[in-house]
């Protein structure tokens, strides 16, 4: 079938071996990114808020659309 390894008295198979090491692998990367260090969330500053836009006259007004619709509606 394929070589294998005798680790602590027991034959492994080689695959076993690789899934067990792209897996640790895999964890070791993906566990501190997912976790985080609460030191490096406080070094980063805020970001400002972004300026709100102000309406101008020929912008679509929708609660004014809807009142007078209801207006209507109500007659």
């Given at each position: 079938m394929g070589s294998a390894y005798t680790i602590l008295g027991k034959q492994v198979p080689a695959h076993v071996l690789s899934i067990l090491t792209l897996g640790s692998?895999?964890?070791g990367v993906a566990i501190p990114?997912?976790?985080?260090?609460?030191?490096?969330?406080?070094?980063?500053?805020?970001?400002?808020?972004p300026p709100v836009a102000q309406s101008k006259?020929?912008?679509?007004?929708?609660?004014?659309?809807?009142?007078?619709?209801?207006?209507?509606?109500?007659?």
């Amino acid at each position: 079938m394929g070589s294998a390894y005798t680790i602590l008295g027991k034959q492994v198979p080689a695959h076993v071996l690789s899934i067990l090491t792209l897996g640790s692998v895999a964890a070791g990367v993906a566990i501190p990114k997912v976790l985080g260090s609460n030191d490096a969330k406080k070094n980063v500053p805020a970001k400002p808020a972004p300026p709100v836009a102000q309406s101008k006259e020929d912008d679509f007004d929708l609660e004014k659309f809807i009142n007078e619709l209801t207006k209507e509606e109500t007659k």
